[in-house]
């Protein structure tokens, strides 16, 4: 029933926060993280079953005699559900701070909760009409928290959102469809549900139809045009999980279909994953060259993010257990490390008013907690050891070296140079520049943000460093991800 | 690679990397607290991290390699330590330890001390990580910290050459990284475990292992100064502190040295057994030759570049350029000569040893002297042996061992790497090792050139300045400093013996390779004739050089600033941004492109509709009503209504200004006021009716005359001139009302001030001379003008389409709104006519009344069409009947 909970849980944290709301923030605010809390524990508490070999399974719905709703725990999905859950608790208690002072924050937090909610949905879904009944839930009621701020410019980018999504889930759909009428409703498990002897041009439709489906989710490079907007758009916290955790989950659905809908051998057959490969590989060159001239922070992170994800899409691609391995430690990485880095991008805002890299100069002097933070994710992000960013480059560049292509090898380390050419800079000019001007110093206005969001900023960032160094230990992302792997490539 | 049960396991290596790294954390603390218990602990930390490395002595002469872990990262982090890692370790935390207690009083001339000393702790950890580690991954995490921290090192005194050095240096250190990282991906693609061993060498093909080699010497090359990778180096090491200098330039790029030595004499060789067929170490003598000549090209280069510098640190920093150059000669040969490298190892790495120990004194020396004086350029200084001169002592005796004088410890080390480019040529005697080893010579001139002149312009001679009092010997500790390292290169110099047979025999014998050539040197070469007459040509040159050069000022020569690979590094990256930005705004341009044609294409459609629709309409009407309406009538049809819209504003216009007026008025009666608003309606809907009969009548007479097909285009200005007189007919309205409340009888007035205000208008006039201005090409040309402008995306336009958009079901509701309204409004006009009037917007009721007009055609002619197919279909059937 863990699972169920887990799942359902937030969901009474919406009805939660929007009652506790009406007695005021601060009885919200602690509903809504013992919630969330809860939550976290729970998908984490999921793990060490997980890795003792057990699947938890639940039929929770059953709507005609072949479909139902059904929920299933395996590696893959309980590592994302931690991610996600973990991230979003610390999105949440940075909220507190973050929103105090914003206009419907109910509405917020109910969305906010909703989401986390789909997205664990989305982790735990045991087949394929379950994902994607989930995974269409969070894309669409993520449309609300992407247009908070309701200026023009949110507007904007959550039309050309729910547009670009829109096409990508009716493309899921099909692909969906498609499977039903080719292999009727099974499981999702390793191996696959379709098989050699069906039509080939089928099998490629319904792949493609997937691979662009989620892809538009995944921000491969073609399919990625909300992304930028997006990000800036919504609030900082929100966007710290749709960067990691979000944007994610196209990937995650990338890989559950490479996996478990085509099974490895399928997929060998059927030569496509090459071509994946090709695109997620101009996706990290092509998003990181984008990254390096804008100027907005989160834009430029928002660009990174599709970089980041191309690895992800990368490592599937090359259809390599060490590099598969590399793609699912990346997406939990990532999102810590680019969770950190828009949290702070958040405080910059807030606390000193500054949105642009051109704006950043001495920026450290005035917050020298969130630059920190900032620069050790920075430094992840290049695949510094020993940083977590390393350990996910590392497997990914053995996975290469696996499957016998080492051109790619320039791909990655490429993506690392440019990383360090759009992030360093920043964090630079945040140390050794001199601000222009030195009076906000004077008015003590841009000061150290205040610990309720300096804490989730701080912890992400030290996430950093403890997925690195203790990449290892059962429990962390690379013993889920093995055990995942070793499933998918028996 | 030895087998496992060789190695004992033992946990003082890892001890070692991790105690200057622990201590680190506490530095920050303390010296909030107290500064001179930092500065206790800080020498505590390197004296013990020193006693450590000498603790590994008897452990390795007793187990000859020992071995640790830590777990964490990948899986563990991994040392193995052999004599070679040994030796580094040694030379490095004793630098390190002198470094630190000159740092003590250095450090009192600048700012942010806890930074720098928690800086050289991690550092040193990191340094002793890279050089004890015992596989691949562990090296290049701590090559990677080693690099990134040593950053802070370069910029700290944060000025702006400091900020451009640093610069620099970061992005070098970022770009060897990422090449090192790549080459050790590659060793796994040819087969390799990661381990510091040999290679397998079948793995892989040709092309893979250069690409692998290369990668790898450029990583490690970027930190060694190599050429032509090196240009970080003559900016960052003289902006750094004295001490920082000392251990940058001293300990921290001989990580590099270190990584290449194990890449061509562990990595890329045969099996490590005894007996080894020559043929095998073919590979091994490729890489090794590239490497030895880029050495060569390194250390004359190096040297060239350090004559003609200013600035004594920066000197000293080209000179750890050039000696990096000797040591990679060395361990070229090495790696040429395969088994029988020995020569080539020691002279490479005991260089790398003599190096530290006297290119740390030089800087702690030049450091001291710029602390007292507080200048750097040689050729300000002068005559300083008086005042400092222990300082003049120690910095002769390192001037010594870099130019390589007997007796000290560069002569060993020279002498050995000599011996190895002269066995080398041997081996095939090849032309250019020939070549090689006359550049060696040449360039041993050179360094002594340089310490001439760096000797004689800063402590002998004549002052330039008058010094002040504080020019006066060094601080006891930075003195003590000195001593220690001038201590250690005498031992080296005197006794070469101790370091080659107790390190350099058995790491040569652990790795295979023969190491009764060294005992051979000792015996017959060390201080024999050659080899000195050898030290004294090099003078000789030396001598020459100083004495032409000072004489014609050859040292004040610059090339220009194209000449150096520095200048296109930067014109490559800078271009490369701008690379990135062009592709950046070139793919906005196409994300606006894109989204413009999208919105014509829109835009096209709907226009397209609406002509389709309009012509269909057409085609009903003509059906409906016989032949096509005359256009004069359909512009009759339009001008009723827009004169009618234009009378209802002015009444509208009248009553505003009324209310306006009645508000500027103090004394407001309610029940006067309301009055007087309905007189001011009555009478300006009186005088705005007549206006439009007038109006409407001078349309129909130009109908009849046929003026009215040039004045058509016109009809919308001139509208809007006229509505000029809307506020003549309030002016009026209000003055008449007031006067008709004072009982006055103003019919006769109201119709003398309309006709007056109709002569002023001249309707008609205006009309003729608007259609005889306007030629009848000019409105055509105008509509496109315009529709052009339409074209042109606005924001404003934006919105009002999507407004359109939307609004299709908003118009149908309306409308029936509309026609619910006006069925009403009939049904109860008599009863209380004035209610519904009142209420109902005039506007819409002329829309809806022309859009009940127009659905009525519409629905006439589908009902006309449907009884066409009805009788076609009745036919039809009727004659497929008959049949």
Not at chain 1, 222 to 229: E, R
Not at chain 1, 301 to 314: F, R
Not at chain 2, 358 to 381: H, P, S
Request: aromatic share 10%; glycine share 10%.
């Amino acid at each position: 029933m863990v699972p169920v909970a887990a799942v359902f849980l937030p969901l009474v944290g919406v009805v939660a926060g929007l009652v506790l709301g009406r007695i005021s923030g601060r009885a919200r605010a602690w509903g809504l993280g013992a919630i969330c809390a809860a939550t976290a524990a729970l998908t984490i508490a999921l793990i060490p079953g997980v890795l003792d070999g057990s699947v938890y399974e639940i039929y929770l719905l059953r709507l005609t005699p072949v479909i139902w709703i059904h929920l299933r725990v395996d590696a893959m999905g309980a590592l994302f559900a931690a991610t996600a859950a973990l991230l979003w608790l610390l999105a949440l208690v940075y909220s507190v701070g973050y929103m105090a002072n914003e206009h419907r924050l109910g509405r917020y937090y109910a969305f906010f909760m909703l989401c986390l909610s789909w997205t664990l949905g989305v982790a735990y879904a045991g087949n394929l009409l379950t994902f994607l009944i989930f995974y269409e839930l969070f894309s669409i009621l993520t449309y609300p928290l992407v247009v908070h701020e309701e200026t023009p410019e949110a507007m904007a980018a959550g039309t050309k959102y729910i547009i670009y999504i829109l096409m990508g889930g009716s493309l899921v759909l099909l692909g969906v469809v498609f499977t039903f009428f080719l292999a009727g409703e099974q499981t999702l498990a390793a191996g696959g549900i379709l098989n050699a002897t069906m039509d080939r041009t089928s099998l490629l439709v319904i792949f493609w139809c997937f691979i662009v489906g989620f892809g538009v989710k995944a921000a491969l490079v073609p399919m990625h045009g909300w992304v930028p907007d997006a990000h800036p758009a919504a609030p900082a916290p929100f966007s710290a999980v749709l960067s990691g955790v979000m944007v994610a989950a196209g990937s995650f659905g990338i890989m559950r279909v490479a996996f478990q809908v085509f099974g490895v051998e399928l997929l060998a057959e059927l030569g496509v994953m090459p071509v994946l490969a090709g695109i997620a590989a101009f996706t990290v060159v092509f998003a990181a060259i984008l990254a390096v001239g804008q100027d907005n922070i989160k834009r430029r992170l928002a660009y990174s993010t599709i970089s980041q994800m191309g690895y992800v899409a990368l490592g599937v691609g090359l259809l390599g257990a060490e590099a598969t391995i590399g793609a699912l430690v990346h997406v939990t990485n990532h999102a810590f490390m680019k969770g950190t880095l828009f949290l702070c991008a958040g405080l910059l805002i807030k606390r000193a008013g500054i949105h642009n890299v051109s704006e950043i100069a001495g920026a450290a002097k005035r917050m020298p907690v969130t630059m920190a933070a900032f620069a050790l994710a920075t430094l992840g992000m290049i695949g510094t050891p020993p940083l977590s960013g390393f350990i996910s480059k590392w497997y990914l560049g053995l996975g290469i070296l696996d499957v016998d292509q080492p051109l790619y090898l320039a791909v990655l380390l490429g993506g690392a140079l440019l990383a360090a050419i759009y992030l360093l800079p920043i964090v630079y000019a945040a140390y050794f520049k001199t601000p222009p001007t030195i009076a906000a110093e004077d008015t003590g206005e841009g000061a150290e943000a205040p610990a309720s969001m300096l804490v989730p900023t701080v912890i992400a960032s030290t996430l950093t460093l403890v997925l690195g160094l203790a990449a290892t230990v059962p429990g962390f992302p690379y013993s889920l991800a093995r055990m995942a792997t070793e499933a998918f490539f028996r | 690679m030895h087998e496992a049960a060789d190695i004992a396991y033992h946990p003082l290596p890892a001890l070692l990397v991790l105690w200057p790294l622990l201590c680190a954390l506490a530095v920050r603390p303390l010296g909030r607290w107290r500064e001179d218990v930092r500065n206790g602990f800080v020498l505590f930390a390197t004296g013990v991290t020193l006693l450590g490395a000498a603790a590994l002595i008897p452990v390795l002469s007793a187990e000859h390699k020992i071995t640790s872990d830590i777990p964490v990262l990948v899986s563990t982090l991994h040392f193995v330590v052999d004599p070679f890692g040994m030796l580094f370790a040694l030379f490095t935390t004793f630098v390190w330890f002198a470094a630190t207690l000159h740092a003590l009083d250095y450090m009192q001339h600048e700012k942010n001390r806890d930074r720098f000393h928690t800086t050289s702790l991690v550092v040193l950890g990191a340094m002793l990580g890279v050089v004890l580690a015992g596989d691949l991954i562990t090296l290049y995490l701590f090559f990677e910290v080693l690099g990134l921290v040593a950053f802070l090192f370069v910029i700290h005194t944060e000025t702006e050459e400091a900020k451009c050095a640093s610069v620099k240096y970061l992005w070098m250190t970022v770009l060897g990284g990422l090449a090192l990282v790549g080459g050790i991906f590659l060793t796994y693609a040819l087969g390799h475990t990661g381990a510091i061993g040999p290679i397998p060498l079948e793995g892989g093909t040709e092309t893979l292992r250069w690409v692998t080699f290369g990668l790898l010497v450029l990583g490690f090359g970027v930190k060694a100064g190599m050429l032509p990778v090196h240009v970080w180096l003559p900016d960052a090491h003289p902006v750094a502190p004295s001490p920082a200098s000392a251990l940058l330039s001293g300990v921290m790029i001989k990580a590099g040295a270190y990584g290449i030595f194990r890449t061509v004499t562990a990595l890329f060789r045969p099996e490590v057994v005894e007996e080894v067929s020559e043929e095998l170490w073919h590979m091994t003598s490729d890489f090794g030759l590239v490497v030895l000549w880029i050495g060569i090209a390194t250390m004359s280069i190096g040297v060239v570049l350090a004559l003609g510098q200013h600035n004594a640190k920066r000197m000293l920093a080209y000179h750890s350029v050039s000696q990096m150059g000797f040591i990679l000669a060395g361990i070229g040969a090495a790696g040429y000569l395969g088994s029988h490298g020995a020569m080539g190892v020691a002279g490479g790495l005991l260089h790398v040893v003599n190096h530290a120990l006297f290119k740390g004194a030089l800087f702690l020396g030049i450091g001291a002297v710029a602390f007292r004086t507080g200048e750097l350029n040689m050729y300000k200084l002068g005559g300083l042996w008086r005042k400092m001169p222990w300082t003049f002592v120690f910095m002769l005796i390192a001037a010594a061992g870099i130019t390589g004088v007997p007796l000290f410890n560069g002569f060993v080390s020279k002498c050995l790497i000599h011996h190895a480019l002269v066995e080398a040529y041997e081996v095939r005697h090849l032309m250019s090792l020939d070549i090689a080893e006359k550049i060696y010579v040449v360039t041993c001139g050179g360094t002594a050139c340089s310490f001439i002149k760096l000797i004689g312009l800063v402590f002998l001679g004549t002052p330039k300045t008058e010094y002040g009092p504080e020019v006066r010997e060094a601080p006891p500790r930075m003195l003590a400093a000195l001593g220690l390292l001038s201590v250690a290169m005498l031992v080296i110099g005197i006794r070469p013996h101790i370091v080659l047979r107790g390190v350099f025999a058995p790491g040569l014998h652990e790795w295979a390779l023969h190491s009764d050539l060294l005992e051979y040197y000792l015996e017959h070469y060390f201080l024999s004739p050659a080899d000195l007459m050898s030290v004294v040509v090099a003078f000789a040159i030396g001598a020459t050089i100083f004495v032409v050069g000072m004489k014609f000022g050859l040292f004040h020569l610059h090339a220009p600033r194209w000449f150096g690979v520095d200048y296109w590094y930067g014109t490559f990256a800078r271009g490369f941004i701008r690379v990135s930005e062009w592709v950046g705004g070139w793919y906005e341009r196409y994300l606006r492109f894109a989204s413009r044609s999208l919105r014509s294409i829109r835009l096209g459609y709907r226009s397209t509709y609406a002509r389709v629709e309009r012509g269909w309409r057409r085609t009903v009407v003509t059906i409906t009503t016989g032949a096509p309406g005359p256009r004069n009538q359909h512009f009759i049809q339009n001008a009723y209504i827009a004169l009618e819209r234009e009378r209802q504003a002015t009444v509208r216009y009248a009553v505003t200004r009324a209310h306006e007026w009645l508000r500027a008025t103090p004394d407001a009666d309610p029940a006067r006021s309301t009055a007087a608003v309905d007189a001011v309606r009555d009478i300006a809907s009186y005088m705005a009716t007549r206006q439009m009969n007038q109006r409407m009548n001078v349309l129909t007479d130009m109908v009849r005359t046929g003026e009215i097909e040039a004045a058509r285009h016109s009809f919308d200005d001139v509208l809007a001139e006229v509505r000029l007189f809307r506020d003549g007919v309030a002016h009026t309205a209000i003055e008449l009302a007031q006067r008709r409340m004072t009982g006055e009888d103003v019919i006769r007035k109201i119709s003398a001030e309309v006709n007056r205000i109709s002569s002023e208008e001249r309707f008609d006039r205006r009309l003729r001379v608007a259609a005889a201005a306007v030629h009848p090409a000019i409105p055509r040309v105008h509509s496109i003008g315009a529709s052009a402008r339409d074209a042109m995306p606005t924001p404003a336009l934006v919105t009002e389409w999507r407004v359109r958009g939307l609004g299709r079901f908003e118009r149908a509701s309306r409308w029936v709104v509309e026609i619910v309204r006006l069925v009403v409004e009939t049904t109860t006009q008599e009863r209380s006519s004035w209610v519904l009037s009142d209420r109902l917007d005039p506007d819409s009721i002329i829309e809806t009344r022309q859009n009940i007009q127009r659905y009525a055609r519409d629905m006439s002619f589908n009902m006309a069409m449907i009884l066409v197919v009805l009788l076609v279909f009745v036919l039809s059937i009727a004659v497929g009947v008959r049949q």
